[in-house]
T-cell receptor, first 110, second 112 residues
């Protein structure tokens, strides 16, 4: 079974704070993704990584950065959180072309 | 811009009926197609994948692909209230990329 874990299910932060969202997968997979999901807008790709220290921008990278120092861990960083970054954040990894998602982190920025 | 279109719904069907969910995509070179189910507040989970034209059946679920028409569908037979969820269609372009383009989802409601 694929296991993708995310550090928090719910998170409340203040505007301007630096926020770290962690994603860990346990199967040594190379490809990992960060999405955000908002009502009416669907899933939107923020960043993805296909190997350690490698990263590629997705469709909406503005206001975010990522870090992949180890293969199993892919971190999403909000440098200075803003209210429009309130959203559900989903991490995924790939096995044989199929993306498997973590449980998600619901972030509220006040 | 690669696009995946789905009716947002809600699609309401009575318990025991067949639910039909549809998806069209713009990238003619797409090769792999996926249906995910997402319960409210949860993350998407894979139901079906389909790669070649025709039908693929798995229990009560049947995925149908028509590459010429750029159309993929999901049929749910004997719909149950537990099938009430949002169904996401996802499309993968040709070889060399693991990115998916997702539709915005169709909300299905199965009425007991």
């Amino acid at each position: 079974d694929v296991k993708v874990t995310q550090s928090s299910r719910y998170l409340v932060k203040r505007t301007g704070e630096k926020v770290f969202l962690e994603c860990v997968q346990d199967m040594d997979h190379e490809n990992m993704f960060w999405y955000r999901q908002d009502p009416g807008l669907g899933l939107r790709l923020i960043y993805f990584s296909y190997d350690v220290k490698m990263k590629e921008k997705g469709d909406i990278p503005e206001g975010y950065s990522v870090s992949r120092e180890k293969k199993e861990r892919f971190s999403l960083i909000l440098e200075s959180a803003s209210t429009n970054q309130t959203s559900m954040y989903l991490c995924a990894t790939v096995i044989e072309e199929v993306q498997y998602f973590g449980p998600g982190t619901r972030l509220l920025v006040l | 811009q690669k696009e995946v279109e789905q009716n947002s719904g809600p699609l309401s069907v009575p318990e025991g009926a067949i639910a039909s969910l549809n998806c069209t995509y713009s990238d003619r070179g797409s090769q792999s197609f996926f249906w995910y189910r997402q319960y409210s507040g949860k993350s998407p989970e894979l139901i079906m994948s389909i790669y070649s034209n025709g039908d693929k059946e798995d229990g009560r679920f049947t995925a149908q692909l028509n590459k010429a028409s750029q159309y993929v569908s999901l049929l749910i037979r004997d719909s149950q209230p537990s099938d009430s969820a949002t169904y996401l269609c996802a499309v993968k372009p040709g070889a060399g990329s693991y990115q998916l383009t997702f539709g915005k989802g169709t909300k299905l409601s199965v009425i007991p």
